[in-house]
């Protein structure tokens, strides 16, 4: 074309732009009026001119077709890459739902569709909180506040029905979309069905409970054997103790019956106890003392009793040997620290100290044990004894022998394996 002053322009078309057909002729009749409106003289070419003109148009008709040729490629690969989008997410594992900011459903894939049972036409525009269980609306709305508060993207758990009926597990993380001004303006979550997942915790939580349980009656049930056979085992001591006249004969067969009491004791608590694995060291030892000073102080009353324990949950593995022990200490006073009817007290004290460890003290102002006995060398079953279940609680023990005698023994808390 030729401008008004006789200057020959050429008017080029941008292929990337988009033009209607009504745009084109528009575009047309008023390049024609302009041609029209300009002297006769300018319209006239010359035919070099013409030549080169015809050549130009030609130029620009293949220009065009080669421009056209590739934006026909270059859409036909940018479809290609939008239904492969698109294909992988409809048919993703995860379940993806976009909501805008009052939480209408805006778009959500196939997957979605199917973990909801609901057409996806149908998902649109509703409120994805309507699908969530009314059990965990309170965890969907503490999760969608924190995702409004925090503006970063939200985890959390809940159930969702699924049309017609039915619950299921979801795995939700909610990642907020915001403009230039950080207001969000939709939010994008993704559903992964952790239902299975669920199930099979609620079955091995079952299985647990159920072995559990098994396992406490079968607990129960061997403690309740052993309690018998112990009580039986006294029994037959006791009768085969009368057979005989000897005072120390009956001495020594009433020693072995109290520490099998002692023993017997635990395994009473144990069986009463809701749980074998563990034991009330202070109730235990309380009725262990009393019932020792009972059966050997049943002739006087000179001896008094005083039990100062502390409350202390212990495994079995600590109460038997703490309470064979406390049995030899209490029995070697009563028997040996008030002879000839001296008036006594002996007292017990429990306490626990850092580290669960205890501090165990038993005490009586008698006449005490002799300067030259070594307890760690004694001749004594007794005190051989003693030196063997602080041996086995892995404490320690102290002597004091000043105005009576106090036994000192530390000891920690071993765990059951």
């Not at 934006?71 to 690969?77: D, G, S, T």
């Not at 795995?171 to 099979?200: C, F, N, W, Y």
């Amino acid at each position: 074309m030729f401008s008004e002053r006789g200057t020959r322009t050429c008017l080029l078309w941008n292929p990337h732009q988009s033009f209607s057909t009504n745009t084109m002729k528009n575009l047309r009749r008023q390049a024609e009026e302009r041609l029209r409106e300009q002297p006769e003289e300018n319209r006239r070419l010359s035919p070099v001119e013409a030549d080169r003109l015809i050549h130009e148009l030609h130029v620009h008709h293949i220009e065009l077709e080669l421009q056209n040729e590739e934006l026909r490629a270059a859409q036909l690969q940018l479809q290609e890459s939008h239904d492969r989008y698109m294909e992988l997410y409809d048919f993703a594992p995860v379940g993806y739902v976009t909501v805008d900011d009052h939480g209408r459903i805006t778009h959500a894939n196939l997957t979605c569709s199917q973990l909801l049972g609901v057409e996806r036409a149908q998902l649109l525009n509703g409120h994805f909180g309507q699908f969530i269980v009314s059990e965990d609306q309170d965890t969907y709305h503490l999760h969608y506040r924190q995702l409004l508060t925090t503006h970063t993207a939200q985890f959390c758990e809940l159930r969702l029905s699924r049309k017609p009926e039915g619950t299921f597990y979801v795995h939700l993380k909610s990642t907020p979309v915001q403009d230039t001004e950080r207001h969000i303006t939709h939010i994008r979550m993704a559903l992964t069905d952790i239902t299975s997942g669920k199930q099979a915790e609620v079955l091995r939580v079952a299985a647990h409970e159920k072995a559990a349980h098994e396992k406490d009656v079968l607990m129960h049930e061997i403690l309740h054997r052993t309690k018998n056979n112990m009580s039986a085992i006294i029994s037959l001591l006791s009768l085969q103790s009368a057979r005989f006249e000897d005072d120390a004969i009956q001495r020594l067969f009433q020693d072995i019956e109290q520490r099998i009491h002692a023993m017997l004791l635990v395994q009473q608590h144990l069986y009463q106890s809701t749980d074998v694995t563990s034991l009330d060291l202070k109730a235990y030892l309380t009725e262990l003392a009393v019932t020792i000073f009972h059966n050997l102080c049943v002739e006087t009353e000179n001896t008094s009793l005083i039990c100062d324990l502390d409350s202390a949950v212990v495994s079995p593995d600590t109460a038997i040997p703490c309470g064979l022990l406390l049995n030899e200490l209490l029995t070697n006073a009563l028997k040996y620290a008030f002879p000839d009817d001296l008036t006594g007290i002996i007292s017990i004290r429990l306490h626990p100290l850092a580290d669960d460890t205890f501090e165990l003290r038993v005490c009586d102002n008698g006449v005490g044990i002799p300067d030259d006995v070594d307890i760690r060398n004694a001749d004594s079953l007794g005190l051989q004894l003693v030196m063997s279940f602080v041996q086995q609680l892995h404490g320690t023990v102290e002597l004091t022998r000043d105005q009576g005698t106090e036994w000192l023994i530390r000891f920690p808390e071993r765990k059951t394996r």
